[in-house]
């Protein structure tokens, strides 16, 4: 399945790649490939903004502005501030959890 | 809360020197599932202290992350343990987890295995390799259903709340509050009320793919306009003979089963946080627009009703 398109902030840069595959191993949505010994976009929009490329990219090739994908979260940070987060590891317990 | 698991190693089986390392978050149901799909194999499990939380949202929370492991690594002392120097970890991990840092200060290689722990059997027999399957999320209408009590729970517990201003304003009579008018239009807010949870959190999750458009917000307004249009024809309530009436429920409940639809692209596995942010910039205007004009409409009825005007 498929969301918006044209709003991933992600980015890559194919000339800093050293084709060490991490970003083909975590991306849960498939939008890496590996061609010729470098990774490759597949399809940007299946991009949802988990990072996990980003953070397991040695060489700066990738970046992402990273965050969760929730309506409830994103609301929250705009009534209180704050980046967006679920609120899942609070020891406090919130029901609303994700 | 019994659903936490006590950090550390653990043993699946008859593990050596030579079996794998799986390494898992401490909420149970997460640990349940890896020691089931490691049935049959010899491993050793680490467990990190994710406080509870599964792999997925404590990877993004950072408590499955890359200190952790570490930590954990460090407090087995795991090094001793095995003889080879890798740990798989699930794939979902990654957001947490750099596998290069943790590499350079522990000496393990970090694995991404495969997203669902059913495929370990299947990654293990191909040589710690995956296959696109393995390494993509599912969201299929069976994985959407299971989610949808936790979309109409959390929109229940304020219907409560909706169900009292509309009662109440229904009720309101110039001489105080008549129980005897709260009922006659009122119930028949409250029934389109329900009807609209019932669209935007569960009907839509359902057929998700199968509700025209990319948005969410779209998807839920098309899903609580048909939900309501199908109601109004079929049931024909009497108080929706009022113009004013029928055309606040037509604004206002499809607006609301398109703001609660929005609310489940945080259950979803495919929708990014610059994809919700441009829903919510246009469609919390919208919301706003459509709460307030419905709030107009009712009351011009009321004051309508009270030959006020």
Known sequence: MKYLVNVTTLAYKDDKCAGCGRCVEVCPQGVFEMNEKKAMITDRDLCMECGACAKNCDFEAISVNSGVGCAA?????????????????????????? | MAY???PGLY????????????????YKLTFDILRR?????????????????????????GTFGTDELVRQIRLSKLDSVVEHRRIILPQLGAVGVSASQAQKITGFRVFFGPVDARDIPAYVALGRKKTKEMSTIRFNILDRLVLTPMEINPAMKKFPWFALAVLVLFGLQPSGILFSSIWHPGMTFLLF???????????????????PFRSFAVKGWIVGMAMVAGAVLIIDPLP???????????????????????QFTGSTTFTGMSGVKKELKIGITLYATATAAFIIMVVVYKLKEWEVI
Not at chain 2, 194 to 204: D, E, R
């Open chain 1, 73 to 98: 979260a994103i609301i929250n940070s705009m009534i209180k501030g704050g980046e967006p987060n679920c609120g899942c590891s609070d020891t406090s317990g919130s029901s609303n959890c994700c």
């Open chain 2, 4 to 6: 936490i698991v006590e």
């Open chain 2, 11 to 26: 043993a699946v089986g008859s593990p050596t020197k030579d079996s794998d390392v799986f390494v898992t978050a401490n």
């Open chain 2, 37 to 61: 799909s490691l049935y049959q194999i010899d491993a050793w499990i680490l467990v990190l202290d994710t406080k509870g939380i599964n792999v997925w949202c404590a990877a993004g929370k």
């Open chain 2, 193 to 211: 009320g329900l009807l609209a949870v019932l669209a935007g959190a569960f009907v839509t999750p359902v057929l998700l793919p199968f509700v």
């Open chain 2, 240 to 262: 929706l003979h009022n113009m004013l009436l029928l055309v606040s429920v037509y604004v206002f409940f499809p607006a609301l089963s398109s703001y609660i639809a929005l």
